[in-house]
């Protein structure tokens, strides 16, 4: 079974900066994709970014393009999202999810990823 885990949520003024880990354990499934998503209470989960594990491939939601990069540190089996020059639209509960398929031109459908972590929160404001 695998699982992620969250962290380096906070609040944060708009323009500064946020770190988010997902740490990934248990993971004896070949995992092909994991991905960032968030939600604000009364919309839907939507995709911000996702990292193909096969290919190293990136995609982004087109509201992060440019200010949100997603990395992954193989040797700690962590997916990074650094959010740069974050807004007040950012705020939102951010979780991880991980995928034991992977189709780019749906990376952002929730219901193709198999794990999910409990989600951490970020706000912006000042």
């Known amino acids: 079974q695998v699982q992620l885990v969250e962290s380096g949520g906070g609040w944060v003024q708009p323009g500064g900066s946020l770190r988010l880990s997902c740490a990934i354990s248990?993971?004896?499934?070949?995992?092909?994709?994991v991905s960032w998503f968030r939600q604000v209470p009364g919309k839907e989960r939507e995709g911000v970014a996702c990292f193909s594990l096969s290919d190293g491939m990136t995609y982004y939601a087109a509201s992060v393009k440019g200010r949100f990069t997603i990395s992954r540190d193989s040797s700690k089996n962590t997916v990074y999202l650094q959010m740069d020059s974050l807004n007040i639209e950012d705020s939102a509960a951010y979780f991880c999810?991980?995928?034991?398929?992977?189709?780019?031109?749906?990376?952002?459908?929730?219901?193709?990823?198999?794990?999910w972590g409990q989600g951490t929160q970020v706000t912006v404001s000042s």
């Open positions: 999810a991980a995928s034991l398929g992977f189709w780019a031109t749906h990376w952002w459908a929730t219901h193709l990823y198999n794990y």
């Open positions: 248990g993971s004896d499934q070949l995992l092909y994709a």
